[in-house]
């Protein structure tokens, strides 16, 4: 069994202030883990994500997120925020099938950016 | 990557009414999903559609419920039946693309089915 734990649904950044989402995750295997960002009326669309390897992962937009797994953490970070980054994101877990991977969703945390 | 579009994009309908919602991709694929997110939430797995075969649903959801079709490797349409205000969310479909040099398949999703059942 799979979960993802958002902490915070709400986040209130300045523009050019760090983004900071954090993301907690349990699976009983190695896990593939993913962020993913949802702009108003739209659908998802995957920022990055850990399968192997590097446990520091860059993604698009300048986001990167880094793979703790003594702390089943996957937090996500952006050194400088932009207007643009406000959006809902979302941080998943993939159960690691060869095909047909289910993604379990965290909460979402909606990020507000301040002018 | 994939292309998906989702028809239609929103709809108000009434309770004890159904809706069909389709999802054409512009790749043919093997494994596309349906999820269901509610007002304030996350997604929701609804059922995993292969072509050629039943969909598997996920606990919680029943085929009565929510009937899916997949006549096409480029195709799903999904079914809310008998709705009621509950019912109410937006529905997105995505699809598992295979990288050629193997490792993780990829999910991509819709633009999702924003429902309102009054």
């Known amino acids: 069994a799979q979960s993802v734990t958002q902490l915070g649904s709400h986040v209130s950044v300045s523009e050019g202030a760090l983004v900071l989402l954090r993301c907690n995750y349990s699976?009983?295997?190695?896990?593939?883990l993913f962020w993913y960002v949802q702009y108003p009326n739209q659908g998802l669309q995957l920022l990055l994500k850990y399968t192997t390897g590097a446990t520091l992962v860059k993604g698009i937009n300048g986001f990167e997120a880094e793979f703790k797994k003594s702390e089943t953490s996957f937090h996500l970070t952006k050194p400088s925020a932009h207007m643009s980054d406000a959006a809902e994101y979302f941080c998943?877990?993939?159960?690691?099938?060869?095909?047909?991977?289910?993604?379990?969703f965290g909460g979402g945390t909606r990020v507000l950016v301040k002018p | 990557s994939a292309v998906i579009s989702q028809k239609p994009s929103r709809d108000i309908c009434q309770r004890g009414t159904s809706l069909t919602i389709q999802c054409q991709v512009d790749?043919?694929?093997?494994?596309m999903f349906w999820y269901r997110q509610q007002p304030g939430q996350s997604l929701t797995l609804i059922a995993t559609a292969n072509q050629g075969s039943e969909a598997t649903y996920e606990s919680g959801f029943v085929i009565d419920k929510f009937p899916i079709s997949r006549p096409n490797l480029t195709f799903s349409t999904l079914t809310v039946s008998n709705m009621s205000p509950e019912d109410s969310s937006i529905y997105l479909c995505?699809?598992?693309?295979?990288?050629?040099?193997?490792?993780?398949?990829?999910?991509?999703f819709g633009p999702g089915t924003r429902l309102t059942v009054l």
């Open positions: 995505s699809v598992e693309v295979s990288w050629m040099g193997g490792g993780y398949n990829e999910q991509f």
């Open positions: 790749s043919q694929v093997t494994m």
């Open positions: 699976s009983s295997v190695p896990p593939y």
């Open positions: 998943a877990v993939s159960d690691r099938r060869a095909a047909g991977n289910k993604l379990t």
